[in-house]
């Protein structure tokens, strides 16, 4: 199986400050990596992915992290504006025995100060 | 173009009461999952559909079942709703199982 795990539950930034934003992950089998963010009463929306065969991709403002060294995947969150203020969660996908499975981890909630 | 649609957004059930959750979604994707979640948790996966007229368990798939009987819905029901399925409930789908995914809303259940 797989479990994945987020090293801090909630994160506070200054305004104009980067963040980030870190997840553990335990099968070294996984293969694809997914960050996703949820504003408030709304469902989860796509930042970014990665897979294995990459250690970094970059995005508009957000750049992913990995190490499969280590199994830890991170999301970088340039110039943070207080429309970045969400729950973000990774995603970790790898093939089990009989299907293709994704594990959601905790969330982080990210407050941003003015 | 609406994406996942999810209805209704919130519903309050008796205990024993049964309901339906519906979702639809318009951009053609085969596969289809519905998530339930948890205050302070991860997304846990329900029930998952890789196309019409196939269906597969999830992590928590007790109490609830699903049909998906075309490619655009993906029903969920509860047949015997219990205290323990109030949470918020989403629905999504995908090109495939290991690329980006598209949420719905949302439900919000509560059974009381």
């Known amino acids: 199986g797989e479990s994945v795990g987020l090293h801090l539950p909630t994160l506070s930034v200054q305004e104009g400050d980067n963040s980030i934003i870190n997840c553990a992950y335990s099968n070294s089998a996984s293969d694809y990596f997914i960050w996703y963010k949820q504003e408030s009463g709304k469902g989860p929306q796509f930042i970014i992915d990665i897979r294995s065969n990459m250690d970094k991709r970059q995005g508009q403002r957000v750049t992913v992290l990995l190490n499969k060294t280590v199994k830890h995947l991170s999301l970088q969150i340039a110039a943070t504006q207080p429309g970045d203020s969400a729950v973000y969660f990774c995603?970790?996908?790898?093939?089990?025995?009989?299907?293709?499975?994704?594990?959601f981890g905790a969330g982080t909630t990210v407050t941003v100060r003015a | 173009n609406a994406g996942v649609t999810q209805t209704p957004k919130f519903r309050i059930l008796k205990i024993g009461q049964s309901m339906t959750l519906q979702c639809t979604q318009d951009m053609n994707h085969n596969y289809m999952y519905w998530y339930r979640q948890d205050p302070g948790m991860g997304l846990k996966l329900i029930y998952y559909s890789v196309g019409a007229g196939i269906t597969d368990k999830g992590e928590v798939p007790n109490g609830y079942n699903v049909s998906r009987s075309t490619t655009e819905d993906f029903p969920l029901r509860l047949e015997l709703a219990a205290p323990s399925q109030t949470s918020v409930y989403f629905c999504?789908?995908?090109?495939?199982?290991?690329?980006?995914?598209?949420f719905g809303q949302g439900t919000r259940l509560t059974v009381v």
């Open positions: 995603a970790v996908g790898f093939r089990g025995s009989n299907d293709y499975k994704l594990s």
């Open positions: 999504a789908s995908s090109y495939g199982p290991n690329t980006e995914a598209f």
